[in-house]
């Protein structure tokens, strides 16, 4: 069985004063056993001391499908420190279900 995860951060602090902010997550992913198989992708706003689930499937929770391709947008606070965001990926296979994460950044005005 494979397990595994990943956690990206080190965003910049942005422009300020801002009034928009979003957290944008592209992935796309195939979970085949919901009883075995799964992948889950998490955000924390705070440093990895928390986090936010995004969404979940199979072992982590959630009904086990084909995800297309697509990106999450996650509104934040306009006053929140974008050096502490964080976007983890976990994934547990026996080789039949798959995880990709594309691209993960963050846009602020």
């Known amino acids: ?6 956690i990206w951060g080190g965003f910049a ?3 300020s004063p801002r009034t928009t902010v979003n957290l944008k ?3 796309a992913g195939n979970c085949v056993f919901a ?23 199979g072992v ?6 084909n995800q297309p391709q697509r990106t999450d ?4 606070s306009a006053g929140q420190d ?10 547990d296979s026996f080789g039949n279900t798959s995880h990709q ?5 963050i846009e602020a005005q």
């Open 25 to 27: 997550i592209t992935s």
């Open 73 to 76: 947008v996650i509104s934040l």
């Open 35 to 57: 009883q075995a198989e799964g992948f889950a992708v998490d955000y924390s706003l705070n440093g990895g001391a928390s986090w936010t689930t995004i969404y979940s499937m």
């Open 13 to 15: 602090a942005g422009p």
């Open 60 to 65: 982590f929770g959630g009904v086990c499908t």
């Open 101 to 105: 994460m594309y691209d993960i950044w």
């Open 1 to 6: 069985m494979a397990q595994g995860g990943e």
């Open 82 to 91: 974008l050096t502490q965001v964080q976007v983890r990926a976990r994934f």
